[in-house]
């Protein structure tokens, strides 16, 4: 496996993580809570860095 499926598929685990997390947290302390913002900002950035290397050609 190359290493850019090798980076999409670790950032595709990492950002179903992040993403189950943020759920979990958000439900319990509401969507202004620290923590829920910290989690959607490294939600945001994995997304990022996701969008970044698949338009790698």
Known sequence: MNWKLKQVA???IKIEE???KL???S?????SDP???????ELD????Q???V???K
């Open 35 to 41: 923590e829920v913002v910290s989690l959607s900002q």
């Open 54 to 56: 698949c338009s790698i």
């Open 10 to 12: 670790r950032l595709i």
């Open 50 to 52: 996701h969008r970044r």
């Open 27 to 31: 439900s319990c302390h509401g969507y």
């Open 18 to 20: 992040i993403r189950q």
């Open 45 to 48: 950035e994995l997304l990022n």
């Open 23 to 25: 759920h979990c947290v």
